[in-house]
């Protein structure tokens, strides 16, 4: 097919489905004041982004970045799916700029699918200045981002950069910050137990609920029970 972002915008349009599209705008949330307001599908599955994404796998990152900029959500699910291959694949200098072109355009990354299938790959964890930033940073999704991406170093056994940004949100009013910041704090739990139940010693009285729940879902069910209760 031809590789520029209409073409592949219309080849999405043809594979869409009304219902399916009706369904994603309740799944996630894009009702007035919710989290997701305003998006809008197509009614694709994943399987089917991907195996576009497959077909325009040579895509420019000018195209990619137009594709960034669609109303339509699986055009930028597809512009990601892309953008994370293109990074595993490249030298150095391909990853910096598809991690320039992430950064600069983190607005329309705008749903938790969209975050977790690549804040990890393209923003990674090496640069700590950064991830402080975007976890302080206003936006909902940034802050996911800086979680999120401390999955990089995760996968490596490096767990200071997901336990530093975890304590950074434990206040954070988001319960999509709450259940991202768990889920990584039970990744770490998963690689060193004894360092995650540090943390919780010092955070989890303060930690959300959410947070907490998520964190200890991999713990024997007499002591997640402890930690709920708040005696341990």
Request: glycine share 8%.
């Amino acid at each position: 097919m031809t590789v520029n972002a209409r073409a592949i915008e219309r080849r999405l349009r043809a594979l869409g489905d009304r219902v399916r599209a009706r369904h994603s705008l309740r799944f996630f949330r894009t009702g007035p004041g919710e989290y997701g307001e305003g998006d809008r599908f197509l009614g694709l599955t994943v399987p089917q982004v991907r195996a576009v994404a497959r077909e325009c796998k040579a895509a420019t990152l000018d195209v990619l970045e137009q594709l960034l900029q669609s109303p339509w959500h699986e055009a930028r699910l597809l512009a990601l799916v892309i953008l994370v291959e293109q990074s595993r694949r490249g030298d150095a200098a391909l990853r910096d700029a598809i991690r320039a072109l992430y950064l600069r355009n983190t607005h329309p990354v705008n749903n938790w699918d969209l975050v977790d299938c690549s804040a990890a790959q393209i923003v990674g964890s090496g640069d700590g200045a950064l991830l402080d930033r975007l976890a302080r940073s206003s936006s909902l999704w940034e802050r996911r981002i800086a979680i999120i991406a401390t999955f990089d170093s995760i996968r490596r056994n490096e767990l200071g950069a997901a336990l530093r940004i975890a304590a950074m949100l434990i206040g954070d009013g988001a319960d999509l910050i709450h259940k991202a910041a768990g889920w990584m704090l039970r990744e770490v739990g998963k690689r060193d137990r004894a360092a995650e139940e540090r943390f919780l010693r010092k955070y989890a009285r303060r930690m959300p609920r959410t947070m907490l729940r998520y964190a200890i879902e991999g713990f024997p069910q007499r002591l997640r029970r402890q930690y709920l209760a708040g005696r341990r």
